[in-house]
């Protein structure tokens, strides 16, 4: 009996390079027994609605995009109260969580990836009504990855998000914030803070920590204080 799978394409992600390799990668889905119904994205929060409403009609999703798509589809799934397995086959400029899972960066690959049907259970963040498999921040750098263009990001792929971000860096805000950790509550300001589940953030290595896991039920916490002169900073 062949898989029901709802495949969700973001066009427009990274630099477009689904586009070349769609009819590939259906074939290859085809060849192994699924049954597809493709739905390409057409605006923001679109890839969460269309998971939410539809994601009972089927077996399985697969998703094509960057990490922003992806999260769309885990808080559409996690919203839904009806937990599927979800492929991944990262499109996106950066691709920080595929990474982190070791998923191929060639598209048809990634693809080859899903028909083997290995599952592979990863913790999901939560926060109000949102949530999150890669990163929830605040502060200094994280509206770069709404406001870089996609134009840009397709001609530019993450050096875009280095350009926006360079921005930011003469027009700091700080956050006061009370933390506990371990029993003892910190008063402190802070110019960036992210709760992560990655090996790396914005195509950076190294900033989230050693040893990072996913699946272990813990996230690393960073915190970036406000700096106190121009050499700090």
């Known amino acids: 009996m062949n898989k029901k799978v709802l495949f969700i394409v973001n066009p427009k992600s990274g630099k477009e390079q689904i586009k070349t390799k769609l009819l590939e990668i259906v074939d290859l889905f085809v060849k192994n027994k699924m049954d597809l119904t493709i739905y390409t994205t057409q605006r923001s929060q679109d890839a969460c609605e269309v998971t939410r409403n539809r994601i009972a009609e089927f077996d399985m999703i697969v998703c094509s995009g960057g990490d922003g798509t992806l999260d769309e589809v885990i808080t559409g799934m ?13 499109g996106g400029s950066t691709n920080d969580f595929a990474h982190s899972l070791k998923i191929p960066k060639n598209l048809v690959a990634a693809a080859g990836v899903i028909t083997l049907n290995r599952q592979y259970l990863c913790d999901i963040g939560g926060f109000n009504e949102d949530y999150f498999v890669y990163i929830a921040a605040f502060g200094l750098f994280t509206d770069v990855s709404y406001q870089t263009s996609q134009q840009l990001k397709n001609i530019l792929g993450h050096v875009a998000y280095v350009l926006e971000g360079a921005k930011r860096i003469f027009n700091i805000k700080a956050y006061k914030m009370s933390i506990e950790i371990e029993g003892e509550m910190v008063t402190e300001e802070f110019i960036y803070g992210m709760v992560t589940n990655s090996e ?27 700096p106190k002169n121009p050499i700090e900073l």
């Open 78 to 90: 996690m919203q839904s109260k009806i937990k599927k397995p979800l492929g991944y086959i990262p």
């Open 200 to 226: 790396s953030v914005g195509g950076f290595r190294n900033m989230t920590g050693k040893n990072v896991k996913l699946n272990d039920g813990l996230f690393e916490v960073t915190l970036i204080k406000s």
